[in-house]
């Protein structure tokens, strides 16, 4: 009994830690952007979004790593840091599961199913932001790694991107930074939720070192702390 609370102790406290230094480097930085300022709206809920689950595995690496389990993995993570903020939070799937309507016969219609109902979340919400998970693939570049932020069209979603980007370069991607971006208009969920989206990229599971990075709950920490401080940076209250 004293060996598993000294572990999850130590646990503990490396969540801490990795979180407190990525907040501290934004702020060192002097960069952070307030996107979200305090006002007489109510308290923004961020809507942490693991994607795919379920049969929807999403990409799958050379040995059979799925991104849905990944997704998952990081978004737990991400959730708890943000209510151990004060920041309140929803999940949009808390285990390995599609969110579609029951009853649908094919595969394709429970796909459309689950994004919709993800959307309906979203937009069901009176003052929310989503933070979308996924992993990225790219098996005609190998080499190709790092973590990215991509943004849809809502106002105040570029700053959020950017704020997200900044952390992630800080304590992600040193070394390999990447430029936020706009994404493609084509994409069903961040096309048409009302609220600002950001969708993180977290890592190419076409590289075979990131993938093992991937796996680790360390570094899963270390990509849910630098979200977490990036979205924090920006303010929690609607305007």
């Known amino acids: 009994m004293v060996i598993l609370l000294r572990k999850r102790d130590l646990m503990l406290s490396g969540v801490l830690c990795c979180f407190v230094l990525c907040f501290a480097a934004i702020l060192w930085n002097g960069r952070a952007v307030p996107v979200f300022a305090a006002g007489e709206g109510k308290p923004v809920i961020v809507v942490v979004d693991p994607g795919h689950g379920g049969?929807?595995?999403?990409?799958?690496s050379?040995?059979?790593?799925k991104e849905s389990d990944l997704n998952l993995a990081v978004s737990?993570?991400?959730y708890d840091l943000l209510r151990f903020a004060g920041?309140?939070?929803v999940l949009t799937r808390s285990e390995d599961v599609s969110i579609c309507d029951e009853g649908l016969g094919?595969?394709?219609?429970?796909k459309v199913s689950d994004l919709k109902n993800r959307v309906a979340l979203v937009n069901g919400l009176e003052s929310a932001v989503m933070i979308s998970i996924h992993q990225n693939s790219l098996p005609s570049s190998a080499a190709?790694?790092?973590a990215q932020a991509f943004c849809n069209r809502q106002?105040?979603?570029?700053?959020?991107?950017?704020?997200?980007?900044?952390?992630?370069?800080?304590?992600?991607?040193?070394?390999n930074e990447k430029n936020p971006c706009r994404i493609p208009n084509d994409i069903y969920l961040m096309k048409n939720i009302t609220a600002p989206g950001v969708l993180v990229e977290c890592g190419f599971l076409s590289n075979s070192l990131e993938t093992e990075q991937l796996q680790t709950p360390f570094y899963q920490l270390r990509l849910a702390a630098a979200i977490a401080a990036g979205y924090l940076s920006c303010g929690l209250d609607a305007e």
């Not at 050379?62 to 790593?65: H, L, N, P, R, T």
């Not at 094919?106 to 429970?110: L, N, P, S, V």
């Not at 979603?157 to 070394?175: F, M, P």
Request: net charge negative; hydrophobic share 40%; charged share 20%.
């Open 144 to 146: 190709t790694h790092g």
């Open 55 to 60: 049969e929807d595995g999403g990409a799958v």
């Open 106 to 110: 094919t595969i394709r219609q429970r």
């Open 76 to 78: 737990l993570r991400l």
């Open 155 to 175: 106002e105040g979603a570029d700053a959020l991107a950017e704020a997200i980007q900044i952390a992630l370069n800080s304590g992600i991607n040193a070394g």
């Open 87 to 89: 920041q309140p939070s």
């Open 62 to 65: 050379s040995d059979g790593v």
